[in-house]
């Protein structure tokens, strides 16, 4: 049975995995993964390098199709058949690398890939794509110069915001984060945190792949824990304890 969500941690069911199996060749790197993601709900997704987190990341946002097993959006069946498809379907990706242009300004940024156009010449409404990020950014406290500053000339921490800031923007069922803080100092992550925990109270589905065991604690309702492609457990984060997940993780008694 897949685990509920917990009590209070969202609204409607946005992302629901279903038996989720992923075989490559005669290597099994996902066995029978179930979960549920609420609407204004953080889980997190932990374990080991290796125990399949990125290979479930990539199945949800649609590079890798499951062997067996269903992905439901809004309750709804869905074959993603590729990242385009996932996009589509209203899933948006926040990567560790951040798949962002150094040398365009952060509006050119939001709408990479899906830039707004006027006039039967179809040329770059650029004034109406600043004007929508400068709005977006200024909604979520994203505290940049402006939607026309180059992203070369922000830190780490801003340009992980934006990369953040473009999910929301694009996402209307999920934003799933892959190591979000990982290159990031105390002062930056805090930062980052912050905007994601916005994007909850906007009532957003969130997945987050993180090793850091402190942040998981700081910033999910739920953490669902995966060894060796294997699904050991779900924990509702108030509810269990660091030593409770480490054990889960290494499969040591706590």
Do not use: C
């Not at 926040?94 to 010449?121: I, K």
């Not at 109270?201 to 969130?206: C, H």
């Not at 309702?221 to 889960?248: I, P």
């Amino acid at each position: 049975m897949s685990p509920s969500p917990a009590r209070g941690a969202g609204g409607d069911v946005a992302l629901e995995l279903r038996g989720i199996t992923k075989s490559f060749g005669a290597v099994t790197a996902i066995s029978g993964f179930d979960l549920r993601v609420a609407a204004g709900e953080i889980v997190a997704l932990v374990g080991d390098n290796g125990a399949g987190k990125s290979t479930l990341m990539k199945i949800i946002s649609g590079v890798h199709q499951p062997t067996t097993g269903e992905i439901l959006l809004s309750g709804d069946p869905v074959s993603l058949r590729d990242a385009s498809d996932a996009r589509a379907q209203g899933v948006e990706v926040v990567y560790q690398d951040l798949a962002l242009v150094d040398q365009q300004p952060v509006y050119m940024n939001l709408f990479l890939g899906r830039e707004l156009t006027r006039g039967p010449l179809r040329t770059l409404d650029r004034r109406e794509m600043a004007r929508q990020t400068q709005r977006l950014v200024d909604d979520l406290d994203v505290r940049i110069p402006s939607a026309r500053a180059l992203l070369s000339d922000l830190s780490g921490g801003q340009r992980q915001a934006i990369a953040i800031a473009r999910a929301t923007h694009w996402a209307s069922n999920l934003v799933l984060m892959d190591e979000p803080t990982a290159a990031l100092g105390v002062a930056e992550t805090a930062k980052v945190e912050e905007l994601i925990l916005r994007l909850k109270q906007r009532g957003a589905a969130v997945v987050i792949v993180s090793h850091n065991m402190e942040q998981v604690f700081r910033i999910a309702d739920r953490v669902t824990v995966l060894r060796r492609g294997t699904q050991v457990g779900t924990r509702a984060v108030a509810d269990t304890s660091h030593n409770e997940l480490v054990a889960m993780i290494t499969g040591l008694a706590a």
